[in-house]
């Protein structure tokens, strides 16, 4: 008696009648249907329960992509490995399918499958929602480790397809459904399979002299110190930032006074919304600083909740939109301005600054000023608050990474007079940036319409899914968890050339900051991006002038 109640249905339906068989398969076919949604469930379990918790749909994704994200690079840095892995895990497989066959189709054994099968279909599902909104085909080899692991299971619970005398047999449902989810894992596997075996072509190395090498010549190093949030802020803060002091980041270069260094030009960093995190920037900091500038990254708040903003509708056209949490985040921006003003270039600087620093002192009349996403929005704010201050009145660069739309207030429009002659204004956009599209930063540039059309750039770096790992020009290329080779020629190259233009001319090294403007102005060293190992050229960078006037690329920015 115990041994019939793990019996396969299969089983059963040798021992019953036809009209018994056909319940008890129908009964098996729901049960599994079952087990497997309960799977998917599971899957989505995390991203449902930050939908409950208040969290909108990006949010509630986020761990999650993060998650692939870090899963991704891992492959990518060990594909021999990842091989040897999924090859080892095939062979235990059909060993274990061999060996344990007649308890893997006992009914506990078959339940368990069903519920991983159906979870391992629901991350899938998640990686091509993902996909089509945010990755772009950037993610290679996850969806191929997913689809190994979906036939490795598949092949436990029914074993791997085979030829059937009986046409019945043969299409049955469970045997039919066995046959369509190995053709699909075999699908998701096979475009990995170059890639895993070394064949697909890999992107250009990252230079290693000059521009967009390691960070260089001097070392730098870091510190933090809290500024004071105005009370109109705190007053309307959420608590999903609880975990933040925040507070401006302060990186200096370690210069040896043999070098006789007098002066070091100033850069002011912002993040992108929700993104208050300094380690996400190290790389593009430290890029910055280690050419001998002093560098701030100003923290602010993303979690603002001022009165009315649910039933607010807000207005998004011409780069700009109404969002009223602007005026608050522009609060607080300006007061972490000022606590840096304080410690780094006031006559009573910090003791760190004096003891990093020693007779050198920070020059802001040579400025840098940028930021990621809706910091780079916000630069405008920085902007209008130097200019101010008298602050980039000998040398200016203005550097907007995927830039989202900026304030539309009246009170937070910027007053950009008084930019010097000597100003550099890189807008960079993504072919692939699901998250702000091509259009704020096509309007902006336009904002900067006073300035020559050589030093206006408007910047988008393209896609290339040659070789591997793929290049896709996503919304995080500047970031350090999305750091690949298309950042290094597109984006690291172009920062070592701005701060070389403005220390440069900070230390009345003309010749230098003419060869670094030229750098950044002429077509071919502005735009190319390198070779594939097989000798293919890189998608290299678009580079405009008056985008939205002169471009059709940009036809669809004109009206909104």
Known sequence: MMDDLDLSPADHVAEGSEVENEALLAWSSRRTAGLVALGVVLAYAEFMLGLLSGDNAVDAIWPHAVRSLSWTMTFRSSTGGLLVGLLAAAGTTAWARRRFGRALDGSTAQAVLSVAIGTVLGFISLHFIMDVFYLRGAFLLLPTTMGAVLACLLVLKGGAPRWRSSLEEAWSIPRSMNLVGVFFAAWLVVPGVPALMG??????????????????????VDWHTPYDMPDAVSAVQGDLEDDVTFSVHLTLPVIPSSKGVETVPLAI???????????????????????GMAVAFLQYPSDIRPPGVEDHVATETGGQSDFLQHPYRNLAIRAAVERMDEVLLSDQRSEWVNDTLGNITVDPAYLWVGGHSLGGAYTFLTLDESLQRGWGSQALVVALEAPADRPMQEELQPNLTGMPEQTL?????????????????AHHQRSFNAVEDERNQLLEYRSDKYGF???VASHYLQT?????RLSDWGFYRRIDGQADFLVAHARNDTFT???????MTEPVTLTEMGEWSDGTAVVPLAWYTNALDNHSRFEDCRDG
């Not at 250009?204 to 090498?213: K, L, R, S, T």
């Not at 993040?271 to 050419?291: K, Q, V």
């Open 269 to 291: 960093l912002l993040h992108g919304f929700f993104y208050p995190d300094r380690d996400a920037y190290t790389a593009w900091i430290n890029h910055l600083s280690a050419r």
């Open 513 to 519: 900051a003419g060869w670094a403007m030229e750098y």
């Open 425 to 441: 204004i890189q807008v960079a956009v993504a072919e692939d940036d699901m998250s702000v599209g091509v259009c704020p930063g």
């Open 480 to 484: 350090d968890p999305a750091h690949d």
């Open 469 to 471: 790992p793929r290049l």
């Open 199 to 220: 064949l697909a072509p890999s992107p250009p190395d990252a230079p290693v002299i000059g521009y967009g090498a390691a960070p260089g010549p001097y070392d730098t």
